[in-house]
Structure formats: structure tokens, C-alpha cells
């Protein structure tokens, strides 16, 4: 994944990566049928001009082929969610039908004309990553290289699957979809749906923050610019847990020329690297100019990073004077706009306006929360068991 300010040169640098096809570390082993899939680019910025660049055509929601090893999918969210929606607002309908008694969020969701669906949050942003998922877990790739420019807010999109799962769960948990299953058979097939739903969302959220498999590459301008983004760049990452593994420096948009950001003065967790794109005097108009970039996109490190990297400890006390500290490395470059709180099982936890629904490990979840602090480099907070809930020997 490709990320960062808008006007940092993110596609420039997901387009480079893509086109300069890394060397293997030992001989390839490719089947017949991926012998020419070895890379797929994937944009999610309708307006976007890789296709121009790449010179292929445009062709929406469909793989094209740009040469012998790469491919290109150029997503558009309003189609890719019109189109699911579509068929799981049948079944709604379907299940309103065959049902003798009225259900409320069935009726309320059956009512969403598939042109307002924009309007459910999470939802465009969440069928746009199922689709890279699919692709991810296919098998036809070896390589996929995701493109976020022209997102606004690339965190809001990551985060999507996270946010859609916890509204789910807000409007009809669980419990009650199998309670509702269990009582109305006509219920079965829409509960079974909205399970499906909320599987693909947890697996996409597990997928963008595994280490193992994504590496998560931040751009930002090496002027001025940069260096006031950098600090809010990172507390996002960390906060959602995204597998960093590269900060790309481009003297590109660098104001006037003049760079403030120096590699050996930013403060970066183990198994991130710092690398600049030098400005070239040329369009980047062609493949063959941009892998004058020299840009090179670093494989999976397998460190956790940020939340996913999350902790807890217990103190030796035993039963209801036992404490707890959940812990992960966090930055804050404002710490007075760094907020918690509690639905449920989640944790919602604010950093920089951007809200992030961490689950609790079950050893907390019949915890309460008794203070918080951050010491400069991780977040501590500290639990205690809750009477009501904890069991008694």
C-alpha cells in the first residue's frame, strides 16, 4: 500500500514501484497460469492519469494488461458499491416479504435505494477493499501494489472495514441476528448474509495490518510541507496498526527546491527505512521515466507495528485487585487531542480527529478502564476488573 498527502507524489511513486520489477531473491517458481501475473497495480482515484501514463486504455473495474509482468485495476468505489449493494438489497427485499412480522432493521436497510448507499458509513470504502482482498488472496498475483492517492483521507478508507463492522454490530449484533435466525426461518438467509459481511471486514482489517504479507509505504514532500504532515502521518499509522515499512522523502514537491526533512533526524521504529525520490527535470509521463525514480517497494518486514503491536500485562495481585496495562507504541504530535472511550468490547480511541475502534483482548473485556497516560512514546492504559462481571471462585 501506497500512501500519503495529497500532491506528495503517491502515484508517482506506487506507478515506479509497480513498473520496476524487483529482483527475486532466488529462482521464481510460477505455475503456467501466472507466468504473466507477477505484478497488479491497483488505483482507487477515478480521475486518476496511471492509466495515461501506462498508455492503456481506461477500463473500470477490470484487469488490463500493461505488459508482460504487470497489470493494471483502475476501481471506481461508486460503481464497485452500487452493484453489491444491489444484489443484497434483493435479499432484504426478499426477506420482508417472507416475513409475517415486521422488522425494523430489515425494513430500514430494504428501503436504501442502491443510488443512496453512499450514504451508509463505511460501506463504498469497505467493497473497494473486499475487491483488493479478493484479488490479494486469489493466487493469479505475486505481487500487489495499491495506489490510495486521490482518496482525501487515505486512514478513513483503511479504517472502513473497521468502521462497518462496529456499526453492524451496533444495529443488529450479533446475538440478535442468531436469536432472529433461530425464531424466523425467512431470517436465516439475511442473517447468514450479514455474516458474511462482517467475516470479509474482519478480514480485510486483519489482512491490512498483518506484517506478514502487506507493507504499508508512506510518501511525503521533503520540503516544509512534509516535515508538519510527517509527525500526523505517523500517529495515524499507528494507530490503526498498518504494517509500515518505508517513508519515501520526494524532493519532487519540495517548496522551491528547499528540503527540511532529513532522514537522520526522523525518529522511526525498528524495520522502517527512510529513502529519498530525487526531482528529475522530465514529465513523468512514460513507464520508461519513471523508473528513472529508482524507486524500489520493500517486501513485508513481518514487525508489528503501532496497535497491532498491542500488549497486556497483569500485576501478581489474584481476583478483583488484579490490574491490568494494555500498551502500544504511539505517536502524538498533540496529545491534548487524543481521546478514549468504550462501546462494548471495542475501544475507541481518538488520535489527531481520527477515531479507531480497537477490540479488547478478552481478558479485558470485563474490565473497566481506571486511567490512561502516555509517557512520550506509548499509550498505557490501565484496567481493573469489573465486580458485576468478573468471575467469583
Known amino acids: 500500500m501506497v500512501f500519503g498527502p495529497g500532491g506528495s507524489g503517491v502515484t508517482a511513486v506506487a506507478a515506479a514501484g509497480a513498473v520496476s520489477r524487483p529482483r527475486a531473491r532466488r529462482p521464481e517458481v510460477r505455475s503456467p497460469l501466472t507466468a504473466d501475473r507477477h505484478t497488479l497495480l491497483v488505483t482507487v482515484d477515478r480521475c486518476s492519469p496511471v492509466p495515461d501514463i501506462l498508455g492503456v486504455f481506461r477500463s473500470p473495474n477490470d484487469v488490463v494488461a500493461v505488459s508482460s509482468h504487470l497489470h493494471l485495476l483502475c476501481l471506481e468505489r461508486l460503481t464497485s458499491a452500487t452493484t453489491s449493494w444491489a444484489l443484497f438489497a434483493e435479499l432484504l427485499a426478499d426477506t420482508v416479504r417472507r416475513s409475517k412480522i415486521s422488522l425494523p432493521f430489515v425494513d430500514t436497510l430494504a428501503g436504501i435505494d442502491q443510488a443512496e448507499v453512499t450514504s451508509l458509513p463505511g460501506v463504498e470504502d ?185 500488549s497486556v500485562v497483569g500485576d501478581e495481585a489474584d481476583g478483583l485487585d488484579t490490574t491490568y496495562e494494555l500498551s502500544w507504541p504511539q505517536t502524538l504530535p498533540d496529545p491534548g487531542r487524543f481521546m478514549l472511550g468504550r462501546s462494548g468490547d471495542d475501544l475507541l480511541v481518538t488520535v489527531d480527529g481520527l477515531r479507531h475502534c480497537l477490540p479488547l483482548p478478552s481478558v479485558l473485556r470485563r474490565c473497566v478502564v481506571d486511567d490512561a497516560d502516555w509517557d512520550g512514546q506509548q499509550v498505557r492504559i490501565r484496567f481493573r476488573p469489573d465486580p458485576a462481571v468478573w468471575p467469583r471462585r
Open 126 to 310: 469497505a467493497l473497494l477493499l473486499r475487491r483488493i482482498r479478493d484479488e490479494a488472496v486469489s493466487g493469479q498475483w505475486q505481487r500487489i501494489v495499491v495506489d490510495l492517492s486521490g482518496m482525501g483521507d487515505p486512514y478513513q478508507l483503511l479504517d472502513a472495514s473497521s468502521t462497518l463492522r462496529h456499526s453492524l454490530d451496533r444495529l443488529w449484533p450479533r446475538h440478535r441476528r442468531l436469536a432472529a435466525a433461530a425464531d424466523r426461518p425467512a431470517v436465516a438467509q439475511l442473517t447468514t448474509a450479514v455474516d458474511t459481511i462482517d467475516r470479509d471486514c474482519a478480514d480485510v482489517a486483519e489482512l491490512l495490518r498483518d506484517a506478514d504479507t502487506t507493507a504499508a509505504h508512506l510518501v511525503v514532500g521533503s520540503g516544509h510541507r512534509g516535515a508538519r504532515l510527517l509527525p500526523h502521518q505517523l500517529a495515524s499509522i499507528d494507530l490503526l496498526g498498518l504494517p509500515l515499512r518505508t517513508i519515501y522523502l520526494d524532493d519532487a514537491t519540495a517548496e522551491s527546491g528547499r528540503r527540511e526533512l532529513v532522514p537522520d533526524e526522523i525518529d522511526i521504529a525498528p524495520g522502517v527505512e527512510i529513502r529519498g525520490v530525487a526531482a528529475l527535470d522530465t514529465p513523468l509521463d512514460r513507464p520508461a521515466r519513471l523508473k528513472k525514480l529508482g524507486v524500489t517497494l520493500l517486501a513485508p518486514s513481518g514487525r508489528a507495528h503501532g496497535s497491532s503491536a498491542l
